[in-house]
């Protein structure tokens, strides 16, 4: 099993910045590839940004230039910071995290994080 513990949501103004981290443990081997998603009311959960072991990160349109993935390998975590925030990015934010336990390929999400951008 792998466990996955998000923090560092919140309320914030439009223009401000917030930084999720997410950690993860358990039974790991490995770790392929480390993200974030987004699910918005109403909306289907979609793609933030993605970071491979090793390879180039991706991010979805709506947030480049404003949004930086980065992961710590030695800790298994990923971060997202995200700056200029506007409130089309109120949503939860999911971590996702794909592992090598030895035995199998596992494909883990976090609880989410509320993110709401108001003034």
């Known amino acids: 099993q792998v466990q996955l513990v998000e923090s560092g949501g919140g309320l914030v103004q439009p223009g401000g910045s917030l930084r999720l981290s997410c950690a993860a443990s358990?039974?790991?081997?490995?770790?392929?590839?480390m993200g974030w998603y987004r699910q918005a009311p109403g909306n289907q959960r979609e793609l933030v940004a993605v970071?491979?072991?090793?390879?180039?990160?991706n991010y979805a349109d709506s947030v480049k230039g404003r949004f930086t993935i980065s992961r710590d390998n030695a800790k298994n975590t990923v971060y997202l910071q995200m700056n200029s925030l506007k409130p089309d990015d109120t949503a939860v934010y999911y971590c996702?995290?794909?592992?090598?336990?030895?035995?199998?390929?596992?494909?883990?999400w976090g609880q989410g994080t509320q993110v709401t951008v108001s003034s």
């Open positions: 970071i491979p072991n090793g390879g180039s990160t």
């Open positions: 996702n995290v794909k592992a090598w336990t030895g035995v199998r390929f596992l494909d883990s």
């Open positions: 358990g039974r790991i081997i490995s770790i392929n590839a």
